[in-house]
């Protein structure tokens, strides 16, 4: 079982529309959790982190749910510039150093 | 600052042949990583360093794999000898620190590797 897992999608959304997309872990002793965003055919770049009490930029909003050790990004009011992989991404403490830990992503497909 | 870059873009090669790709880490940045991306297996850490000094390998799929990181501007990842299943993308990212709250990674735009 990977220690990192979300639904690959693809998520084929209207513009206007609200989705979410979750991520699960496996590993208790993950420390730090965040949103990369990846376009076709590029390097992922930081969407967001997502802290405890959960946090908001602009028209996303990331959760984290330690208890049920999964992370979440719900994205308001979607653009067409929305279209994108979403990778989350957990740092796992291992052997005394933080090893991030991708995702394989969630496709998102935002259409007129 | 110019980013993370990375050489070659693009490479081919044949089965059997050695393939070095080189990357320079964002300066001032005392974290580099190497990622190799595929469809089946996504993003997956191959080793990453501090100051130039290998913190965890154990991502580095076999023998055929090694890093080096000899200066603090410059590092490579050699594959000999080069597989088919060796195919990928393979991503150079660097961080200007490894503590909470700061574990931001900035990628180069990525070396497409195809071995015939």
Known sequence: R?????????????????????????????????WYRQDCRKEPKLLMSVYSSGNEDGRFTAQLNRASQYISLLIRDSKLSDSATYLCVVNLLSGGSYIPTFGRGTSLIVHP | DAGVIQSPRHEVTEMGQEVTLRC???????????????????LELLIYFNNNVPIDDSGMPEDRFSAKMPNASFSTLKIQPSEP?????YFCASSLRWTLPSYEQYFGPGTRLTVT
């Open chain 1, 2 to 34: 990977k220690e990192v897992e979300q639904d690959p999608g693809p998520f084929n959304v209207p513009e206007g529309a609200t989705v979410a997309f979750n991520c699960t872990y496996s590993n208790s002793a993950s420390q730090s959790f965040f």
């Open chain 2, 85 to 89: 299943r060796d195919s990928a993308v």
């Open chain 2, 24 to 42: 320079k880490p964002i300066s001032g940045h005392d974290y580099l990583f190497w990622y190799r991306q595929t469809m089946m297996r996504g």
